[in-house]
């Protein structure tokens, strides 16, 4: 069965970092595509970062510059660095398989200014 599990998420001042873990299982990861998104209260859902199978990435231009996702395929984990982080970036953010097809439980991300 596919799982995703994410973690590292918690309560950080503006201007701090975090790095976000989600593990994966259930699948060949590293032939996948794998992405971050994360939800506010009252937002839409907002696709935060990508990265292909061949480690190619893209960002929203709102965490341009300031966010890095990443991946080690021989741990089957993606990863996204967090820096200058702002109270707009307070969501819950999710991993997924591709563009969603599959879902992570996500890992809360308070940041208090």
């Known amino acids: 069965q596919v799982q995703l599990e994410e973690s590292g998420g918690g309560l950080v001042q503006a201007g701090g970092s975090l790095r976000l873990s989600c593990a994966a299982s259930?699948?060949?990861?590293?032939?996948?595509?794998m992405a971050w998104y994360r939800q506010a209260p009252g937002k839409e859902r907002e696709l935060v970062a990508t990265?292909?199978?061949?480690?190619?990435?893209s960002y929203a231009d709102s965490v341009k510059g300031r966010f890095t996702i990443s991946r080690d395929n021989a741990k089957n984990t993606v990863y996204l660095q967090m820096n200058s982080l702002k109270p707009e970036d307070t969501a819950v953010y999710y991993c997924?398989?591709?563009?969603?097809?599959?879902w992570g439980q996500g890992t809360q991300v308070t940041v208090s200014s």
């Open positions: 990265i292909s199978s061949r480690g190619s990435t």
């Open positions: 997924t398989r591709g563009l969603g097809n599959y």
């Open positions: 259930g699948f060949t990861f590293s032939t996948y595509y």
